[in-house]
């Protein structure tokens, strides 16, 4: 734990990510918001009056009054997260890098550059080593860590033990996933509303590509990935939070389905034996119902940093399949990131 707060700024601060940040690190034991940073047409005003504010709770007193910058180096921080839109956040986040600062980014931009480490804390925690590479080839003393896509992120805290206990060949999943995770205003209401839309772009791609490079291992300076082959099919789906997946997993052994759960349910990993402050005690949760887990009741379990698991059953055509549910703004962006910032503290990668 550090022994001062570390000031840290977030841009895209009024946005649908954004704001889940400041609520998130308003109150956060280890950091202290210094600056919030927009797009022009929120640069020079209070953040009450242009953050697009849609939590259920007020907007933080600490960050109603602060004035909103412009995304641009030259704020007193170490640390930065960024809650852009991929057609701005690239240069930008490389130019907070090259001046020095951390970023730990939302974006999908850098996450498949082979310096750039693509972590979720409970997976692959050693792939912060990275920034060592990173450095080095950026002559720079900052460094940019991404966070997967939000369905990635749940699918893969799934799969994770499975491919650790077991080994994992082939994936099938099926995704339906919230409004929300289009950003704000995201979908007109006249194309969501008593519908489906059964594409998404790019996500498939990036479904079908992260989990490699996460699952992947570190050799020396690069990541090998992981020897699994994905096949993703993206809903947009009429909820407002909470991205609902379906998956059908081959694996090397075969277990039996107690095996399978229990290695589901036992599943811990650095950031609970670090007891790090966002880290949710339970990284899976799994549930025995035969209608769980549901978008509603299910995507705040551990305040929306867990991936819940329900319906694990035998799969006619691969060995098993289940269902998997999680917060794609909480654990799925913003909490993402934030747990992110805290493993980089732990790891002196920042603060004291
Ligand atoms: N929503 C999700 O579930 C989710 C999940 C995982 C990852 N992500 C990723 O997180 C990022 C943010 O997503 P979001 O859903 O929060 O989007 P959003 O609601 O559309 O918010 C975008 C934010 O970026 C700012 N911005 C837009 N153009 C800018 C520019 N040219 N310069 C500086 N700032 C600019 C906006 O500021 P103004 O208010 O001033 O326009 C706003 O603060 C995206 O990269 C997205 O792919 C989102």
């Known amino acids: 734990m550090p022994t001062k707060k570390i000031p840290v700024a977030i841009l895209g601060a009024t946005g649908l990510v954004g704001q889940r940040l400041v609520h998130l690190l308003a109150d956060h034991p280890w950091f202290e918001i210094r600056a919030l940073a927009a797009s022009d047409n929120s640069v020079g005003k209070k953040y009450a009056e242009v953050a697009k504010w ?30 852009l839109p991929s057609d701005v956040a690239g240069g930008i986040e490389e130019n907070f890098a090259a001046r020095g600062y951390l970023v730990s980014s939302n974006a999908s931009n850098h996450r498949l550059d082979a310096d750039v480490p693509l972590v979720i804390p409970e997976v692959n925690p050693d792939h912060l080593d990275l920034i060592r590479v990173q450095r080095a080839r950026r002559q720079s003393s900052g460094a940019i860590v991404c966070n ?8 893969t805290l799934a799969l994770k033990p499975l491919a650790d206990a077991f080994g994992l060949r082939r994936v099938i999943v099926t995704t339906m996933q919230a409004i929300s995770g289009a950003g704000y205003p995201g979908v007109a209401s006249l194309d969501i509303l008593d519908n489906v839309i059964p594409f998404i772009g790019g996500e498939e791609t990036k479904l079908e590509i992260e989990p490699l490079k996460i699952l992947g291992t570190l050799q020396g300076d690069r990541i090998v990935n992981a020897d699994v082959k994905i096949s993703a099919a993206c809903n947009r ?12 997993v081959e694996l090397i052994e075969k277990p039996n389905i107690d095996q399978l759960r229990r290695v589901m349910i036992q599943f ?3 950031p609970q034996t670090l007891g790090l402050p966002t880290a949710p ?33 035998p799969c006619n055509v691969l060995d098993y399949k289940f269902v998997v549910l999680g917060h794609n703004t909480v654990r ?21």
């Not at 997967?148 to 699918?155: A, K």
């Not at 789906?237 to 379906?246: K, N, Q, R, S």
């Not at 949760?285 to 209608?291: I, L, N, P, S």
């Not at 799925?332 to 004291?352: F, I, S």
Request: net charge negative; glycine share 8%; proline share 8%.
């Open 54 to 83: 849609k939590l259920p709770h007020p907007i933080p007193e600490s960050a109603r009054d602060l004035i909103v910058q412009p995304c641009e180096p030259g704020m007193d921080v170490a640390l930065v997260f960024s809650a």
């Open 148 to 155: 997967p896509n939000c369905s990635t992120i749940h699918l």
């Open 237 to 248: 789906v009429a909820t407002w939070d909470g991205h609902l997946e379906t998956v059908s």
């Open 268 to 270: 811990k990993s650095e």
């Open 281 to 313: 005690a339970h990284p899976i949760v799994v549930r025995d119902e035969v209608d769980r887990p549901q978008p509603r009741s299910d995507r705040d379990a551990e305040r929306g940093m867990a991936s819940v698991v329900g319906r694990v059953r």
């Open 332 to 352: 799925g962006a913003a909490g993402g990131t934030v747990l992110n910032a805290e493993l980089l503290v732990a790891k002196r990668y920042v603060g004291d």
